[in-house]
């Protein structure tokens, strides 16, 4: 069954800098998204990416964050000047259209120290 | 007000129960409903859409009340392998966002 594969499987940044979390959706999907879970609390919403574009994006989702699609395959999530607060697990989904769910790939644990 | 909302249990039943659980939307323009297992620090994993008549697969049936804003999932014949945590998830309006709810966790014991 096909997946969505993120990478690294874990992160560990120091404060300040920038990471890069990487995504590869499910190949004949069209939307792509980001979401995040901090430790202990609920899955949350970042951004959705549909037709080379931002379609919708949180109120978390802030100058600090972009996304791009720099080929036919890869999705990333970059986070410029991390801050602790950003610890959490990053899911990556992706969904074919119409009313069909979102699969999600099996996350990056971002540390930042 | 929190959009969607669910017990946060934990539920401990014994293998073989049958258990269910409730989840709340305060959005009524919601439009698609799920149902998620989530394994400790794991990804959420689909574990039912829920439709407007009610659906089933195998154990697991999962229901959904427009008019009260709720879904429910029943699970029956409790296995150790249900033990997880399941989220209740909602797609708003036009917009293609899932909502989650904190979660309800299982714990199945024999």
């Known amino acids: 069954e096909p997946e969505v594969t993120q990478t690294p499987s874990h992160q560990v940044t120091q404060m300040g800098q920038e990471v890069i979390l990487r995504c590869v959706p499910i190949s004949n999907h069209l939307y792509f998204y980001w979401y995040r879970q901090i430790l202990g609390q609920k899955v949350e919403f970042l951004v959705s990416?549909?037709?080379?574009?931002?379609?919708?994006k949180s109120e978390i989702f802030d100058d600090q964050f972009s996304v791009e699609r720099p080929d036919g395959s890869n999705f990333t999530l970059k986070i410029r000047s991390t801050k602790l607060e950003d610890s959490a697990m990053y899911f990556c989904?992706?969904?074919?259209?119409?009313?069909?769910?979102?699969?999600f790939g099996d996350g990056t644990r971002l540390s930042i120290l | 007000r929190k959009e969607v909302e669910q017990d946060p249990g934990p539920f401990n039943v014994p293998e073989g129960a049958t258990v269910a659980f409730n989840c709340t939307y305060s959005?009524?323009?919601?439009?698609?409903f799920f149902w998620y297992r989530q394994d400790c620090r794991k990804e959420p994993k689909l574990l039912m859409s829920v439709y407007s008549s009610g659906n089933e697969d195998g154990r697991f049936t999962a229901q959904l009340n427009r008019a009260s804003q709720y879904i429910s999932l029943l699970i029956r014949d409790s296995k150790l392998s249900d033990s997880a945590t399941y989220l209740c998830a909602v797609r708003v309006g036009a917009g293609t966002a899932l909502i989650f709810g904190k979660g309800t966790t299982l714990s199945v014991s024999s």
């Open positions: 989904a992706s969904r074919a259209g119409g009313n069909q769910p979102q699969h």
């Open positions: 990416f549909y037709n080379n574009e931002i379609s919708e």
């Open positions: 959005n009524s323009a919601s439009q698609s």
